[in-house]
């Protein structure tokens, strides 16, 4: 039985909000595409001299985009931890579609929020691939999951050596 005092809401939901605020911040003008080119653009060019300046951006645009999914997919692991510990058994039982909603909320709100950062270029496509990002990862967690009940069912029976 999970802890159901402060001590375990804070196991189950700390590293969440802790990950929420992370993208919070990530959503500034701190990680804006022009300043996360002067960290991307001089690693690139160091590893691979002869880039083009048009083979860099698009480089660049592909690692941001990527963080993005994979931030989100973070996110979504982060919900479904906390969501599928959870002392209440109504949000343990629709753990998934509680992190779903907590990533598409999320997504969506962040990029509202970018709307008010004058460096920043908000985009529904965002939110989408962010979406993508959790659903991806929930999907991966789910058949882990399954495959891991499968797998302790086959292997229930079998004796020590």
């Known amino acids: 039985m999970e802890e159901s005092g402060i001590k375990g809401r804070f196991w189950r939901y700390g590293p969440l909000i802790a990950w929420m605020l992370m993208i919070f911040f990530a959503s500034s003008d701190e990680f804006s595409a022009a300043n996360t080119s002067r960290l991307i653009g001089p690693l690139l060019r160091w590893l691979f001299p002869n880039m083009s300046e048009e083979t860099l951006t698009l480089i660049h645009l592909a690692i941001r985009k990527a963080a993005h999914f994979a931030e989100y997919g973070v996110l979504a692991l982060l919900a479904a931890r906390a969501f599928s510990t959870s002392s209440k058994a109504w949000l343990r039982s629709r753990w998934i579609i509680a992190s779903f909603s907590l990533v598409v ?3 969506l709100l962040d990029e509202y929020r970018q709307s008010f950062v004058p460096t920043r270029t908000p985009s529904i496509w965002d939110s989408l691939l962010d979406t993508a990002g959790g659903v ?12 891991r009940k499968r797998f302790d069912r086959m292997n229930c029976g079998a004796q020590p050596n």
């Not at 991806?136 to 495959?147: E, G, I, K």
């Open 105 to 107: 909320c999320y997504a």
């Open 136 to 147: 991806s990862a929930l999907f991966a967690l789910t058949l882990w999951r399954a495959l």
